[in-house]
Each structure stands twice: as structure tokens, then as C-alpha cells.
């Protein structure tokens, strides 16, 4: 069965610093690129990065360029996201997702991808 585990999230203060694994299992991660997404309170899920599989190609939305680096271990099943600068408007649930289409296809298109996390909580607070 396929499985995608996020972990590392908690509660960081403004300026402060975290980095997410997404932890896969039942399934090839080496055949995947990997999306990360976060749904704020009251908001919609927004997609803001993924990376592919074998090359590591990587895309970010505007609003965590700079900010934010994807990466990968597929030997270790693993992507991470590590995030730096962090606001409060950052904070947020955030989830991986795996799917079989590359870079060619929008970070944010949830209908293309195939498997999902349940998500680890991020707070940024003073």
C-alpha cells in the first residue's frame, strides 16, 4: 500500500527555520515527483514546490521562492523541505503528494497527483 509520511513540523518563531521530511513507503519514490502543498485556516490547499525524480528539477511558487528548498534522498525514501524566513503567514498544514508527471504540469494541480500525506501542522509565532 502506498504511503506518504510527513514529519517536522511544530511551532517556529518569525525569522526561524524548519525542515520537512516526506517519508514514502509501497511504492517506487524514484519514479515520482514529489509536490508540497499547505491549507491555512479557511483556506484552499495551495501547491507550492515539487522536484522530479531522477534529475531533481525543481519549481516554486513566488510566494516561497528564495525561501524554500525541495530536495531528495531517494535511497532513504525521502524528500525534505527546508524552510527558512518563516512568517506567520506560513503557518499552515503541509502535505506531500507523488506523482508520475514531471515539472510539466502546474506544483499546484492536485488532480495530478496520485498519493497524499496526512499532513504535519506548521506554526509561525511569536
Known amino acids: 500500500q502506498a504511503k506518504l509520511v510527513e514529519s517536522g513540523g511544530g511551532l517556529v518563531q518569525p525569522g526561524g527555520s524548519l525542515r520537512l521530511s516526506c517519508t514514502s513507503s509501497?511504492?517506487?519514490?524514484?519514479?515520482?515527483?514529489i509536490g508540497w502543498f499547505r491549507q491555512a485556516p479557511g483556506k484552499e490547499r495551495e501547491g507550492f514546490s515539487c522536484?522530479?525524480?531522477?534529475?531533481?528539477?525543481?519549481d516554486y511558487v513566488d510566494s516561497v521562492k528564495g525561501r524554500f528548498t525541495i530536495s531528495r534522498d531517494n535511497g532513504k525514501r525521502t524528500v525534505y523541505l527546508r524552510m527558512n524566513s518563516l512568517r506567520p503567514e506560513d503557518t499552515a498544514v503541509y502535505y506531500c503528494?507523488?506523482?508520475?508527471?514531471?515539472?510539466?504540469?502546474?506544483?499546484?494541480?492536485?488532480?495530478?497527483?496520485?498519493?497524499w500525506g496526512q499532513g504535519t501542522q506548521v506554526t509561525v509565532a511569536s
Open positions: 503528494a507523488a506523482r508520475r508527471t514531471g515539472l510539466g504540469a502546474s506544483v499546484s494541480a492536485a488532480a495530478s497527483y496520485d498519493y
Open positions: 509501497g511504492f517506487a519514490l524514484g519514479y515520482y515527483s
Open positions: 522536484i522530479t525524480p531522477t534529475s531533481g528539477a525543481t
